[in-house]
């Protein structure tokens, strides 16, 4: 059985040095954790390090975790995503939390989302409760927010809207 860590709520300042490559779930929440250090953990299936004070995360690192189902990095100071490069690495990704962070623009490309190249691997990736700025690099998520309004209410063609659901999930 693959051992989960659970370190909930005790003033960790950094990640445990000597974690079991083995680790399947590593859940560090609530600690003041300042940012995650680049480490292989080939089996870690689910990565929680919500509300702590992160400003910087390693995206790069995600190579090195290639089960990763769920990662959680809502309610810290995060003020950028870079997810594009290294989506690929990580195809079981299925859960982005970003949410209530410090991002202020963010791209398709930024959270590993491909339309262009018939790539995209529909995944839940929430991203509210942060400080967008209102440009061009953000417009998606208007689009998406009208896209779903739209077909919430019945005013899409019920197909195109199973095709908009099917296609991307942003939450």
């Not at 004070?53 to 995503?81: A, G, H």
């Not at 590993?112 to 018939?118: F, V």
Request: hydrophobic share 40%; net charge positive.
């Amino acid at each position: 059985m693959y051992p989960r860590i659970s370190c909930d709520n005790k003033g960790l300042t950094s990640v445990p040095k000597e974690l079991p490559k083995t680790v399947f779930e590593l859940q560090l929440p609530n600690n003041e954790l300042t940012t995650f250090p680049c480490m292989a953990l080939p089996s870690l299936n689910m990565l929680k390090l919500r509300n702590n004070t992160i400003t910087y995360f390693p995206w790069i690192c995600l190579k090195r975790m290639p089960k990763l189902v769920e990662l959680d990095l809502s309610q810290n100071q995060l003020s950028c995503v870079n997810l594009f490069p290294v989506k690929s690495f990580v195809p079981r990704l299925l859960v982005l939390n970003i949410s209530y962070n410090s991002v202020r623009t963010l791209t398709l490309c930024d959270i590993g989302i491909d339309l262009t190249g018939g790539n995209a691997v529909p995944y839940d990736a929430m991203i509210w409760g942060n400080p967008f700025h209102c440009d061009c690099n953000i417009s998606w998520a208007a689009a998406n927010a009208l896209d779903t309004e739209r077909c919430r209410h019945g005013h899409s063609p019920s197909q195109g809207c199973k095709d908009f659901f099917g296609r991307l999930s942003m939450a």
